[in-house]
T-cell receptor
Framework: DAKTTQPNSMESNEEEPVHLPCNHS???????IHWYRQLPSQGPEYVIH???SNVNNRMASLAIAEDRKSSTLILHRATLRDAAVYYC???????????FGKGTTLSVSS | DAGVTQSPTHLIKTRGQQVTLRCSPK?????VSWYQQALGQGPQFIFQ???????QRGNFPDRFSGHQFPNYSSELNVNALLLGDSALYLC??????????????FGPGTRLTVL
């Protein structure tokens, strides 16, 4: 599976936008980009996924670079509840196991 | 819908013992995956069950085994427990027919402590 690189930690203030970057320079054409997050003392939860085009859902937006070698998860207005570890994961069509890295720990201050 | 449920919530065992963890998938899901999460680390994939068979396995020894029942629920068994098996064990369910859109729903986990 192709590898992803994320910053270890990021900080944000409440109600401000947050841009979480992910580099995946070895991504293949069939790899989907998935984001999961894990709140303290909980199991991971799905956030969003995409292949080539930018994606929006009720939780976040995913911006994918034109060459697909990087992507950015965008939280439009961070809340205290968004404080979590965010994982960027590549998943090809044939694979179903999620390979988690260390992720980015997001801290949100009021 | 209760989502993914796991039991027990917490478990304490001693080295050498055997343990069984249980998972009920989200309604409508037919695939169950198990992950081990050590403190401060991301989850590590153990194996995945579909149609009562192990279809994919991560880099875990044979001491880790599993089973899936006709109702899609699953068990994770660990034999000859080691101190290093202390971790949060997560169960995730999904629907295999949507394998390219592989949203997995995770349970709250079972915290295993090996003394």
């Amino acid at each position: 599976d192709a590898k992803t690189t994320q910053p270890n930690s990021m900080e944000s203030n409440e109600e401000e936008p947050v841009h979480l970057p992910c580099n995946h320079s070895t991504i293949s054409g069939t790899d989907y980009i998935h984001w999961y997050r894990q709140l303290p003392s909980q199991g991971p939860e799905y956030v969003i996924h995409g292949l080539t085009s930018n994606v929006n859902n009720r939780m976040a937006s995913l911006a994918i670079a034109e060459d697909r070698k990087s992507s950015t998860l965008i939280l439009h207005r961070a809340t205290l509840r968004d404080a979590a570890v965010y994982y960027c994961i590549l998943l090809n069509q044939a694979g179903t196991a999620l390979i988690f890295g260390k992720g980015t720990t997001l801290s949100v201050s009021s | 819908d209760a989502g993914v449920t796991q039991s027990p919530t917490h478990l304490i065992k001693t080295r050498g013992q055997q343990v069984t963890l249980r998972c009920s998938p989200k309604s409508g899901h037919d695939t169950v995956s198990w992950y081990q999460q050590a403190l401060g680390q991301g989850p590590q994939f153990i194996f995945q069950y579909y149609e009562e068979e192990e279809r994919q396995r991560g880099n875990f020894p044979d001491r880790f085994s599993g089973h899936q029942f006709p109702n899609y629920s699953s068990e994770l068994n660990v034999n000859a427990l080691l101190l290093g098996d202390s971790a949060l064990y997560l169960c995730a369910s999904s629907s295999l027919i949507f394998r390219s859109y592989n949203e997995q729903f995770f349970g709250p986990g079972t915290r295993l402590t090996v003394l």
